[in-house]
């Protein structure tokens, strides 16, 4: 038997950089933070949209996430 069923070695990983990952982290906390105030705030103290569209919307996430509605 020459060949092992599973390989004894494992492949090797290149190291992600701090440069390369800096851009997705930035992107995905302004998302976060987005998301945040689209479900805790608008319509609230603050409204950038019209109406009680996004309110609606929101309104179970807002109890789920344990926000203050109504």
Same mark, same amino acid.
């Given at each position: 038997?020459?060949?092992?069923? +599973?390989?004894?070695?494992?492949? @090797?990983? *290149? ?8 851009? &997705? ?13 689209? +479900?805790?705030?608008?319509?609230? @103290?603050? *409204? ?8 609606? &919307? ?13």
């Amino acid at each position: 038997m020459a060949h092992p069923a +599973v390989p004894t070695t494992a492949p @090797a990983v *290149a190291p992600i950089s701090l440069s390369a990952l800096a851009p &997705w982290a930035l992107f995905a906390g302004v998302l976060m933070l987005a998301l945040l105030y689209l +479900v805790g705030a608008e319509q609230g @103290a603050t *409204a950038i949209f019209e109406g009680d569209t996004i309110h609606e &919307w929101m309104h179970d996430g807002r109890h789920l996430l344990g926000f203050p509605c109504h």
